[in-house]
């Protein structure tokens, strides 16, 4: 695929920093809510460099140093008064109207990305059926399934509940020149997939809007073993992103690094104030 064939990755980053946590799980390293907007958002800039891409941040009762931040990385914004719900389907109209083979990246506010996060995940996407092999073998169920005409979902976080005991199952893992790849039937509402996918499924996503559900969402929208109706979605091992929750946080991935690396930058262009070690 050449570079004027390649998916363009819209982003619609969803930003609040008057609620910490809608689930109360305690944030890593300390971190207040408005910070880690910030922290969030600079790492997604970093792994989008040299991706094709836009992004818009849909904002909900942005607080003046957000809105001042955001300015200063000259970004387009849209900030109102939406509550979580209506956020979502804010997100959902905007990403409606892009191009059959584009991406949309719905991304909230809450996750640190590793600076190659949207590079591993442009390569993929540009050829998705190239990592998909397909040869039907007799017993062997997974066979039957070809994946290469499957529509695709890209959670970029590998939980650490999928290694539990108590949550694992069986699931397709594959691999492209980057990393590996597991089929998983769950995600947040933090996920790309492309404008044709997403306006194939927009009455079950607004219909997911409704207390953000993202189980509705999981349940009637990822295939497991059948994928009548339902799209294949899969998340990187190890995890290119990770939910900043202190019990979520993807392995094998050292995000308090991360999170200094990116701390210090803003502190040393006074966007945020200079503090100890996170």
Request: overall charge positive.
């Amino acid at each position: 695929m050449n570079r004027q064939e390649q998916p363009t990755i819209h982003v619609i980053f969803r930003a609040c920093d008057v609620v910490n946590a809608v689930n109360n799980n305690p944030r890593p390293f300390m971190l207040d809510k408005t910070t880690l907007v910030q922290l969030s958002f600079e790492s997604l800039l970093d792994a989008l460099r040299d991706v094709p891409h836009t992004i818009h941040v849909l904002g909900d009762k942005l607080s003046a140093h957000l809105q001042h931040y955001f300015r200063v990385r000259g970004v387009s914004v849209t900030n109102g008064n939406f509550g979580n719900e209506e956020s979502i389907r804010q997100a959902l109209r905007m990403g409606a109207g892009i191009a059959d083979n584009d991406w949309v990246y719905f991304c909230e506010d809450d996750y640190i990305h590793v600076p190659h996060a949207l590079q591993y995940i442009h390569r993929f996407i540009s050829t998705p059926e190239q990592w998909m092999d397909h040869t039907k073998r007799l017993y062997t169920w997974s066979s039957f399934i070809d994946l290469r005409k499957r529509d695709l979902v890209v959670h970029p976080t590998d939980y650490p509940d999928r290694y539990n005991g108590k949550y694992r199952r069986f699931s397709l893992i594959f691999h492209s020149n980057d990393c590996h790849w597991r089929q998983i039937t769950d995600t947040t509402f933090t996920f790309l997939l492309k404008g044709s996918t997403l306006r194939k499924h927009m009455p079950l996503l607004m219909r997911s809007a409704k207390g953000a559900n993202d189980r509705l969402l999981s349940k009637k929208l990822y295939g497991r073993l059948s994928f009548f109706g339902k799209v294949l979605a899969v998340s990187p091992m190890p995890g290119l992103a990770t939910h900043m929750h202190r019990d979520t946080m993807s392995p094998l991935v050292d995000w308090n690094d991360r999170v200094q690396a990116l701390r210090l930058r803003l502190e040393q262009e006074q966007l945020l104030p200079a503090t100890g070690s996170v």
